[in-house]
């Protein structure tokens, strides 16, 4: 009886394997739009339509270069659960912040004093890399 001596990587194995730096990526894709939008918050703060409209177009910015970029191949269910990953690290972000301030923090996902706007943003989070996704027929 013979025995192979090279090892065989199973596809979850692999799947597995490309998991750690695609999630490594999403959270720094996130890090990055989640920095614009609170400096664009922060500056435009005065006008906040204004500052909504801009922060829609910096996140669906980087949402595209994440999907084009670095995973071209994605599909619509990835890029979904990308952009509700990127709504929920806002939502953890706003209660951190909100708690290690004292005071509330809405910079990343709008106050909801503004609901309209705020459901926008939320929006935005969301669907933002769904946009860029290339159909295969």
């Known amino acids: 009886m013979t025995t192979m001596t090279s090892p065989v990587t199973s596809g979850s194995a692999q799947q597995k394997h ?14 990055i739009a989640a920095l614009l939008v609170a400096v664009i918050h922060r500056v435009l703060a005065s006008s906040p339509v204004a500052s909504v409209a801009i922060e829609v177009i910096a996140i669906a910015a980087i949402a595209g270069i994440y999907v084009r970029v670095i995973t071209p191949d994605t599909s619509l269910d990835h890029a979904l659960f990308v952009g509700t990953t990127w709504t929920l690290l806002g939502i953890a972000t706003e209660i951190f912040m909100t708690a290690g301030s004292g005071h509330q923090w809405f910079a990343l996902l709008g106050s909801p004093a503004n609901g309209g706007l705020r459901c926008v943003l939320l929006i935005a989070w969301i669907m933002a890399p769904a946009l860029f996704v290339r159909s295969r027929e």
């Open 18 to 31: 490309r998991a750690v730096p695609r999630i490594a990526l999403v959270v720094v894709f996130w890090g």
